[in-house]
């Protein structure tokens, strides 16, 4: 049953909205898009559609990127997406193609072990060797789906895969079609068939992408949240979505309290307090907004089974510390340094000194 999911793709959780979008929509669309890209973007950024329903915000940031973005897939270019750990590359991602397509699922999760068989295609090895190559004997990788149906591809992490299976790519990319030499013929993309990629900064000296592949593609940099309390906006309005998803039991509103999150992480992942008069140990991980939601998530939960139903410093604690502490050593000093010099002489943060203290 659908309400026993643990997560539900985007297409499904807001098919209202979907189906409210397209109903009124009467902007011209490219060939097999669900929406005009007028729409799409409204989908993205949040409104009203032309019936007045409410359309909620699923990124919250600079419309001009969210604009480049899907006009890029409306034209023969690739798309990647690119940022740092916890920028909403993904969740993007997910949006744009249950907006687009009309599905998120064709879906390639990048890997050091994703070979080219799961980005081309494969062979069921029993017809193979009963009847020899054929059409049948093809097992059709998410990518040859994609391009015969006309829908959007989506490769997740696309630097974490080795650079001789992303040029597998390049054909694909540039043709618009994917030979298969075994066969004698090759699978041409329908119109409507294009790829979104997502690539972290940080992993750019992993698998740097050739400069063929990378030609082929329109970057677009999803940056960090620009302000405290921009960045705050985003941790509780996707706390309240994942908790309610989640069906967690209700607790008090928590708005201070993921403030106080959202304040400790972007001061030790930025080395310095919000004023600038502090210089801190950075930690080893991003302290990304992703994990400031997870935080207030596991938070949510603790305080809801284990506490009178309201996060607190004691619920955030434990969290707190699993976020920053990822190398034992030099995490946990940069966490005692900002504790001792910034949270402990801080007006009102005298009990979430004394509750991470407490667990480190």
């Not at 001009?64 to 890029?72: D, G, K, M, N, S």
């Not at 397509?101 to 890997?111: D, K, V």
């Not at 059409?135 to 989506?154: F, S």
């Not at 309290?257 to 080395?271: K, S, T």
Request: net charge negative.
């Amino acid at each position: 049953m659908p309400e026993a999911q643990l997560r539900r793709p985007a297409e499904e959780i807001y098919a209202g909205e979907l189906a409210a979008m397209a109903k009124g929509d009467d902007r011209e669309r490219p060939a097999n898009w669900k929406l005009s890209p007028q729409a799409v973007v409204t989908y993205l950024l949040g409104g009203n559609a032309s019936d007045g329903t409410p359309i909620s915000a699923k990124y919250v940031g600079n419309r001009r990127l969210i604009e480049t973005a899907v006009a890029t897939l409306a034209t023969d270019r690739a798309l990647m997406l690119l940022g740092l750990p916890g920028t909403a590359k993904s969740w993007v991602s997910e949006h744009l193609a249950a907006a687009i397509s009309g599905s998120s699922q064709r879906l390639i999760q990048c890997t050091a072990g994703t070979d080219e068989n799961q980005i081309r295609y494969g062979w069921n090895y029993a017809l193979l060797l009963a009847k020899g190559p054929s059409r049948e004997a093809l097992v059709k990788t998410p990518l040859v789906r994609a391009m015969e149906e006309g829908t959007l591809l989506r490769l997740e992490e696309l630097t974490r895969m080795g650079s001789d299976v992303q040029d597998t790519l390049i054909t694909v990319l540039s043709e618009k079609t994917l030979p298969v030499p075994e066969l004698d013929i090759a699978i041409d993309a329908t119109r409507g068939f294009n790829i979104i990629a997502t690539a972290n900064n940080r992993d750019k000296g992993v698998n740097e992408l050739s400069s063929a592949l990378k030609r082929r593609f329109n970057v677009v940099v999803l940056p960090s949240p620009a302000t405290l309390e921009e960045e705050t906006r985003i941790v509780v309005k996707r706390v309240g979505e994942i908790g309610g998803n989640l069906s967690l039991p209700p607790i008090q509103p928590a708005e201070k309290e993921l403030a106080r999150v959202v304040m400790l992480f972007r001061e030790i992942r930025d080395g310095k307090t919000l004023n600038g008069k502090t210089k801190l140990k950075t930690s080893t991980g991003t302290l990304s907004t992703a994990e400031a939601i997870s935080v207030g998530v596991s938070a949510w939960a603790e305080a809801a089974h284990f506490g009178d139903g309201r996060i607190d410093a004691n619920a955030m604690a434990a969290n707190i510390v699993g976020a920053v502490v990822k190398d034992p050593v030099q995490d946990s000093v940069a966490l005692s340094e900002y504790l001792e010099t910034v949270v402990r002489t801080r007006d009102g943060w005298g009990d979430l000194y004394e509750a991470i203290r407490e667990v480190i």
